[in-house]
């Protein structure tokens, strides 16, 4: 079952990294829409669609990443408490009661939403360049997919903490700097003790 946990998480985290770089495209893209107004007194029509488009899709396909990660805001203050088991316990119900249903609602809604988009070719209201809209109305059902796949992994993740009343490591590409200062400070508190204790035996 880990396997599974492990092969969705990767699987997932390559859509995240890859859409990762759409924030690149798009600070590119308005950075020459502020030179080009306020420089050049030239506005562009695309910067307003390419900004939501881009910061949309980038949105939308980094959520399965974020759920492997854990990373979701989250009111957890009275779930920390808890034991692991229990924990594991009451987000196995959730996820079958809410996530689940309320993903594939995404996938079966964001499926009719994009034929219908695709079928008259929708362009953007928003400019006069009319800007191609229907291409990116599949990333709804993407990101849909993505998720509900992931969720397969949660799910597993839950059924392992519930057996071992822990939860088991998850695949780790990024760390809050408050984490990695505890740990650093802590690191350096051993190898200093460490230090005392050696200059103590060579006395």
Known sequence: MINVVNFI????AWFGRAFAWLILLMAFGMGYEVLSRYLF??????AYDMSYILYGSLFMMG???TLARNAHVRGDFLYRLWKPRTQGIV?????????????LALVISGTKYAARSIGYM???????AGVPV???????VAAGLLLFIQGIAQVC???????????????????ELEDKLIREAAEEGIDKAKTIAKGRDDA
């Open 134 to 140: 229907f291409q990116f109305k599949g990333i709804i």
């Open 91 to 103: 987000e196995l119900v959730l996820y079958f009661i809410f996530f689940f249903p309320g993903i």
């Open 122 to 128: 929708e362009v953007s209201v928003f400019s006069p």
């Open 157 to 175: 993740r839950c059924i392992l903490c519930i057996r071992h009343n822990e939860w088991p490591p998850s695949i780790s590409d990024v760390e």
């Open 9 to 12: 998480d990767r699987f997932t």
């Open 41 to 46: 007194n030239a506005p562009t029509a695309w």
């Open 63 to 65: 959520g399965a990443y």
